[in-house]
């Protein structure tokens, strides 16, 4: 079925994600003639009334299955907790709907493998968060790498630290208005809580999209923290606050990953590559800048400046990056332009997640049975 623009947007969730990024950049008059929100949901159903009333969307709901029923939309962003991505994603794609997912896609690979291939059988497009290769600079740090500045690549590093991140982010959570007083709770909670599916999952993406996907990991993971306090409250942790893991990409390639409750790497940039030639950190090959398209404007405005539509107004906004995602999903459906954002690389990275916990539980290296393919560039 062909669509016109604008293309009509749902979102699933008025959570941190939404109200800090999504919605402030998708209510901007530069958009408003290729993609128009048209509906919001979230369980706390004051919150989506609250939302849809500041950004001037049409329509609340209180769940996902009634704003279904009112089609009042063609694509939709799932901004819920991660645990209940599968569930609201085949929902949708049941529905024909389009879909960008935010991080993480799923939690499991077989979850991803049924959206994948319901949304082949439906003939709906899939978007998955984070699209790191969608970055001009790590299009270029790939480009480098494939063309040997950095020799034989020796090994990597990458990961991620919860700190008080979400206790703390201060414009959602430590108000007393449905929009200020979110509580953090899922972060720390199964299914889908955990640094690795909510922040180590960037560099991730980013290192298998430099280098290709990987091919076994081993791990260690636990529980360190058994509870967070907010604003007074105490949560409870069952989800696994610490992963220290390795990829093995093969011929005794290997890259340390982590995720942990507190505490990071000093100066380690996204991605960090060491070769026989030298490094690549972040931005930087052996303390040279790398260049790349808009480079001046994400060394002002931050890593995701650089990014095809976020120019003007939408350079000074949070959540950046999730904007561009969801872009990327509209120019798929109303022009035909895929994305590099795939469901494909985002069920790898899944993948990677997945068998780390299972390694560490059985104390056995673990396979990685999928793959992926960057076409486009």
Known sequence: MSLKPPLRLGIVGTGSITLRGLLPHLSMDDVKDKVKVTAVCDPVFERSQAAAQKFGVRSAYASFEDMLEADEFDAVSIASPIGLHFEQGKLAIEHSKHVHFNKSMTTTVAEASELIALAKKNEVKLVASPGELINPRLQAIRKLINGGALGTLAWAVTGSSFGRYHEEEASVRQGDTPLSNINPAWYFRKPGGGPLYDMTVYGLHALTAVLGPAKRVT???????????????????????????????????????????????????????????????????????????????????????????????????????????????????????????????????????????????????????????????
């Open 219 to 377: 791990a260690f993971s636990g529980v360190r923290l058994k509870e967070r306090e907010f604003m007074g409250q105490l949560l409870p942790t069952d989800m696994d606050d610490q992963t220290l893991m390795v990829l093995d990409f093969g011929n005794a390639f290997f890259s340390f990953v982590y995720g942990v409750a507190a505490g990071s790497l000093p100066n380690l940039g996204r991605p960090l590559i060491y070769g026989t030639k030298g490094v690549i950190n972040g931005g930087m090959l052996n303390d040279k800048v790398i260049d790349y398209p808009r480079r001046e404007v994400a060394e002002k405005k931050g890593y995701a400046a650089s990014l095809p539509h976020v120019t003007g107004l939408h350079e000074d906004v949070e959540e950046a990056h999730v904007f561009e995602d969801v872009m990327q999903l509209v120019d798929w459906v109303l022009e035909d332009k895929p994305s590099l954002a795939t469901a494909e690389h985002a069920r790898h990275v899944i993948d990677i997640i997945e068998s780390a916990y299972r390694s560490a539980e059985t104390g056995q290296a673990q396979d990685l049975g999928s793959s992926f393919e960057v076409k486009g560039l």
